[in-house]
């Protein structure tokens, strides 16, 4: 089964405390991409990896860090997270950039206090 | 600017009773349009890809359109399982970046 993987699904930290959300495909897929979800806002891209090795940074990338070792993982690393980072963060995998049969993961809710 | 204006942001229907959903978008040469549905706690699932005014796709109960400034997500004799909250999304030629609308729920009532 197709299949976009992240965890954890939920969480509760304080402000500095560092910490991974991480994400794993089952399809080959060479384009990755973090997003985050705000009320009344659309899916905002974070950072994308267009392969192995290769990220570049979305609309929202301040505050955030990624890396691309292996095809299948892509983990989003909030290096000191703060308040105004509390969302919900979206793993997405496709075979290319286009907008066209994007998976994404079931959501990670993050809370910053 | 490229941006993408989803309305209404809310629709509660009856069940049967047929309806459509908006997307206006404002790109510099459209690449693709994409309609997504999510349901709650989960992450958006692919409906449909619409590329040149016109093209029109169809699913079940759902059939999107596309004209040069806008796109329809028909909803026809809803189900409640067809509650959800359905987003559009915009990619222009010019760049790869997906521009998202803020989506609308659709409540459909027994």
């Known amino acids: 089964e197709a299949q976009v993987t992240q965890n954890p699904r939920y969480l509760i930290t304080v402000t500095g405390k560092k910490l991974t959300v991480t994400c794993s495909q089952n399809?080959?897929?060479?384009?990755m991409s973090w997003y985050r979800q705000d009320p009344g806002l659309g899916l905002r891209q974070i950072y994308y990896?267009?392969?192995?090795?290769?990220?570049d940074k979305g609309d929202v990338p301040e505050g955030y860090k990624v890396s691309r070792k292996e095809k299948r993982n892509f983990p989003l690393i909030l290096e000191s997270p703060s308040p105004n980072q509390t969302s919900l963060y979206f793993c997405?995998?496709?075979?290319?950039?286009?907008?066209?049969?994007?998976?994404f993961g079931e959501g990670s809710w993050l809370t910053v206090v | 600017e490229d941006q993408v204006t989803q309305s209404p942001e809310a629709l509660r229907l009856q069940e049967g009773e047929s309806s459509s959903l908006n997307c206006s978008y404002t790109v510099s040469g459209l690449r693709g349009l994409f309609w997504y549905r999510q349901d709650p706690g989960k992450g958006p699932e692919f409906l449909f890809t619409l590329y040149s005014a016109g093209e029109e796709k169809e699913k079940e109960r759902l059939k999107a359109t596309l004209t040069k400034k806008e796109s329809f997500l028909h909803i026809t004799a809803p189900k409640p399982e067809d509650s959800a909250t359905y987003l559009c999304?915009?990619?222009?030629?010019?760049?790869?970046?997906?521009?998202w609308g803020a989506g609308t729920k659709l409540i459909i009532k027994p």
């Open positions: 997405a995998s496709s075979y290319d950039s286009s907008g066209n049969t994007i998976y």
């Open positions: 399809m080959n897929h060479e384009y």
């Open positions: 990896s267009m392969n192995v090795e290769v990220t």
């Open positions: 999304a915009v990619q222009a030629n010019s760049n790869y970046q997906l521009i």
